[in-house]
């Protein structure tokens, strides 16, 4: 129960509270909102400017909710076809489905409506490159460790789902764009062993394109998976909330501790300011910056292909990967194998689940069951950012093969060409990327390294008695030295010696042999540069009096 002070008047008797005051005794009473608010409105979270990009991604999703409950009011999904008899004048008389019918309405004869087509395309090309730039944030920084784990399934499962969500919005409006994608979807069903005919069937309602799979992608689109990910973005916020955001390492920010601003009014605040924000860069993007003008593209018709017809960026990485394959195929028992899409269309999620069970392979291999609450500069932790590295030149190599059309129409190379140097990059990048990445961060540590024992340079060049020049440094406040610091260097796994005191041979299983090599290669001996030491700087400085 809520405690209040009642006031009194001039002449002794009790004030009746006011309207408000009682909704809100009212509303305390019933849901604890002043006990649950008084306990976590001042709740301390750090702050840092990366954080922003998970704000982002709430707010284009929260922008696509808003957008789309309004596009679904004058949305038709269906696949019967009618002759088109609306305001633009060059499709008169042309047969289209209804779907494709009340999106050109929308756009044209709808109040706002292109607007808000527009501001909805928009928000979900945001949305997704915001989770995969926030995931990345994450994944950087290692604020995937303990206890954070689970909150990284989720996110990852929010990057999968958007994904999903943006080719089903993408293919509702049944334009020669968007039928083209889902010819290329069904071709890529057809080619499962097995079931792959009976799914396609299933999913289309018969022979493609058939009069079903419009309205089923529409329920999928806006109840199903929308749905799930409004669930799981409550779960990730609740954790959020929970455990708050991890901290960049510096005085007086431990494991056990929090420094930063209170939730309200501090946060409350910037996040309001921010949300519209975003909404506002949005709303320009979509009143400026035109996206699938679908009454230019035309209806979807199974007998033509659009040229330099390209699905939107995210999914660019999986059509790449078909667009690159070779074309094989087996012939067996009267069945054709097309190897050529199947295992490009099963590498796809392979290559994303990686990323997913990163954070599990690394607290395997260094058997670090600790909780993490300090990030990590990308640089000290040189095994993982050339991973995560690696792993983004890949996703970039195929984007590039899925518009290799477009890159030999607008460049003037042959498509074969690009092809073959997709195909050969998809190989030699990634460990390239590796390799030059692994070496930019360990240059970075030996800078580290010589600012804090030397400082920071000053640009003053100094000449000495007996004629030589140095260049004066400025030391460095003691709060920057422990910030280039306070960083953890693991050490390695080891298995131990292979035989006991008495010569017999131990049995090491396999997976600790695993473990120690896959230890030894991302911790091992010249995968670090050993931080300085308080000995190695006092030798420094009690010299002959320039560092």
Same mark, same amino acid.
């Given at each position: ?44 979270? @750090? ?5 922003? &990009? %998970?704000?982002?991604? *709430?707010?284009?999703? +929260? #922008?696509?909710? !808003? =957008? $789309? ?77 303990? @206890? ?5 399934? &989720? %996110?990852?499962?929010? *990057?999968?789902?958007? +994904? #999903?969500?943006? !080719? =089903? $919005? ?378």
């Amino acid at each position: 129960m809520s405690e209040r002070t009642q006031d009194h008047g001039q002449d002794g008797r009790p004030t009746p509270p006011a309207k408000g005051e009682r909704l809100a005794d009212w509303a305390d009473g019933r849901l604890g909102i002043h006990t649950l608010g008084k306990s976590q409105l001042r709740k301390v979270f @750090p702050d840092h400017w990366s954080f922003m &990009f %998970g704000e982002i991604c *709430l707010y284009s999703f +929260l #922008i696509l909710i !808003l =957008t $789309g409950v309004w596009l679904t009011l004058f949305f038709e999904p269906s696949g019967m076809e009618v002759e088109y008899n609306g305001t633009y004048e060059p499709l008169k008389g042309v047969l289209v489905t209804r779907a494709y019918e009340s999106t050109v309405d929308i756009s044209m004869e709808v109040r706002g409506g292109l607007l808000i087509r527009q501001i909805h395309h928009w928000a979900a090309l945001v949305f997704v490159a915001g989770m995969l730039v926030h995931m990345m944030r994450v994944f950087f920084t290692g604020a995937f460790r303990k @206890p954070r784990e689970l909150n990284w399934l &989720f %996110g990852w499962t929010l *990057l999968m789902l958007g +994904l #999903i969500t943006g !080719l =089903t $919005g993408y293919s509702l409006p049944d334009d020669l764009l968007s039928g083209t994608g889902v010819r290329f979807a069904q071709g890529a069903i057809l080619s499962i062993p097995v079931v792959g005919t009976y799914l396609s069937f299933f999913l289309f309602g018969g022979e493609f394109p058939g009069h079903d799979i419009i309205p089923r992608l529409f329920a999928v689109h806006v109840l199903l998976l929308p749905g799930i990910m409004l669930g799981l973005v409550v779960a990730h916020l609740i954790l959020v909330f929970y455990h708050k955001h991890t901290q960049f390492a510096g005085p007086g920010r431990s494991e056990r501790n929090v420094i930063g601003a209170p939730f309200f009014p501090v946060y409350v605040a910037k996040a309001g300011g921010f949300f519209f924000l975003v909404f506002g860069v949005l709303a320009l993007m979509g009143a400026l910056a035109t996206i699938n003008p679908v009454w230019a593209l035309g209806p979807y018709r199974p007998d033509l292909v659009g040229t330099g017809a390209q699905p939107d960026w995210y999914l660019g990485f999986s059509e790449g990967l078909i667009r690159v394959m070779p074309s094989w195929e087996i012939d067996a028992w009267g069945h054709t194998l097309e190897l050529g899409v199947f295992i490009p269309f099963a590498l796809f999620p392979l290559i994303m689940m990686v990323i997913a069970a990163y954070p599990f392979v690394e607290a395997w291999v260094t058997k670090d069951r600790r909780e993490h609450h300090i990030a990590d500069r990308p640089r000290n932790a040189p095994a993982r950012t050339s991973f995560g590295v690696a792993w983004l030149s890949l996703y970039g190599v195929l984007m590039v093969g899925g518009g290799n059309d477009i890159w030999a129409t607008h460049f003037h190379l042959s498509i074969n060409a690009i092809t073959w140097f997709v195909r050969i990059a998809f190989f030699v990048v990634p460990p390239l990327a590796y390799a030059v990445t692994y070496r930019v961060c360990l240059g970075l540590q030996r800078r580290d390294r010589a600012k804090v024992l030397h400082g920071r340079e000053s640009g003053v060049i100094k000449r000495l008695p007996h004629g030589e020049y140095v260049e004066v440094h400025q030391p460095l406040s003691q709060a920057e030295r422990y910030t280039l610091t306070a960083h953890e260097q693991p050490v390695p796994f080891e298995v131990g010696p292979l035989v006991d005191a008495n010569g017999v041979a131990r049995k090491v299983p396999r997976a600790d042999r695993l473990r120690a090599r896959l230890s030894r290669a991302m911790y091992g001996p010249g995968t670090q540069v050993p931080k300085p030491t308080a000995q190695e700087y006092r030798q420094v400085h009690s010299g002959d009096g320039h560092p």
